[in-house]
């Protein structure tokens, strides 16, 4: 069994705070975080040679791992900053013409709206974001009122397969087979994903897919892949035209000269990949994950009854990993975050998705009930006092 007060001993998480917001940016443990800084040592011993000569290699290296881990080839997946960036080299390339469409829901996140906005607008395509209704009552209702966006116009589809906002579980598996069998593009957005829900590439019919290393797997920030499926992978223009076009020493693919050669940057976070991994494996991340989990299902209903709402989801692991969104009344969002950091010391976002606001907690190896039970206490005096925070009639 883990030895859950060592694994709690192992974040370098600031003492005294309570931290209920891993999913926005992920924590990373001490030997992920030594592993980081020995390769940024590495780097400064002798940049040259690490960037120039040996960078190759060694993200070779770190994207093997990563498929082993995530089910695909490795030459199918390069390294970016963040899942933003994969979708903006997604976006910007992808062969749109007025009229068309690309098929999303109302439950994306909310820099992903404005990046198809941005370049649906210019090609004069549209992107459709498909009303969802909360609460969601079964992954069938989903799934029907997502084809709902569906027309002969449609050119792909762009889902989320964790939602940020509401903590969801979509039905992505299925979605994504009812679009290959209807010829349609299928791209995820998976920023939530890797470490905290497993994940196949393999048997998921997504033609892209980008998921965060730097959250749920815990690599120091600005890890993140995009996997193309080789036959869309000479679709896409780099972001940033470097060294990699028309390179004077190609390698066996266009598409990670492309997009890993883009000029002088730290690619530590990147090869902290493997050490992720090790870790994870080490303390049995499976059973970790599976207590988080019980611990966020456990509480739900608890938190809405307080502020008198309803979940916005049926309360099971179809639709709920480490996290859970509580819809709540305020009219001052940003100020009942800031109040719970300074005033109780609880990290934990207060999410603002179009008329919805959500108080969301995520769960991570460090956390325990006593946590939940202090947000808790906290929600519940704020609640009497009734300025920042008003129950649900």
Request: net charge neutral.
């Amino acid at each position: 069994m883990p030895d859950y007060n060592h694994l709690k001993s192992q974040f370098l998480l600031r003492p005294g705070i309570t931290y209920l917001n891993f999913a926005s940016f992920g924590a990373c443990p001490r030997p992920i975080f030594k592993n980081y800084q020995d390769w940024q040592l590495l780097l400064e011993s002798e940049p040259v040679q690490y960037i120039a000569v040996d960078s190759t290699a060694r993200l070779r290296t770190s994207r093997e791992a990563l498929a082993g881990y995530i089910n695909c080839d490795a030459d199918d997946l390069v390294y970016v900053t963040n899942p933003t960036y994969g979708i903006n080299i997604i976006a910007k390339s992808l062969d749109l013409r007025e009229g068309d469409e690309i098929l999303s829901t109302d439950l994306e996140y909310g820099a992903l709206d404005r990046t198809w906005n941005y370049y649906c607008k210019q090609k004069k395509a549209t992107y459709v974001r498909q009303p969802i209704s909360l609460p969601v009552t079964s992954k069938e209702a989903i799934i029907e009122q997502f084809w709902k966006g569906y027309s002969p116009k449609t050119k792909a589809i762009f889902i989320s397969h964790i939602t940020s906002s509401t903590a969801l579980r979509l039905p992505v598996e299925e979605i994504c087979e009812m679009a290959k069998a209807k010829g349609l593009l299928t791209i995820v957005d998976g920023a939530h994903v890797p470490g905290h829900i497993p994940l196949d590439l393999s048997k998921l019919k997504a033609d892209i897919y980008t998921g965060a290393c730097h959250k749920w797997m815990m690599t120091p920030k600005g890890n993140t892949f995009l996997y193309v499926k080789k036959e869309f992978q000479d679709r896409f223009d780099p972001v940033i035209v470097s060294w990699g076009y028309e390179s004077a020493a190609p390698s066996h693919s266009r598409f990670l000269d492309y997009h890993q050669m883009t000029g002088t940057r730290d690619f530590s976070a990147f090869f902290t990949t493997a050490a992720a991994l090790a870790f994870m494996k080490e303390n049995n991340w499976d059973l970790i994950a599976r207590r988080c989990r019980e611990l966020v299902q456990a509480n739900y209903q608890r938190f809405c009854d307080l502020v008198g709402s309803a979940p916005v989801c049926p309360i099971s692991d179809d639709f709920l990993g480490q996290m859970c969104s509580i819809p709540i009344r305020t009219q001052h969002p940003q100020q009942l975050q800031r109040y719970l950091f300074e005033h109780y010391k609880i990290e934990v976002p207060v999410m603002v998705h179009g008329p919805h606001i959500f108080l969301r907690y995520s769960i991570q190896a460090f956390n325990d009930q006593a946590d939940l039970d202090k947000l808790y206490g906290a929600v519940g005096e704020i609640l009497a006092e009734g300025k920042l925070l008003v129950k649900w009639n």
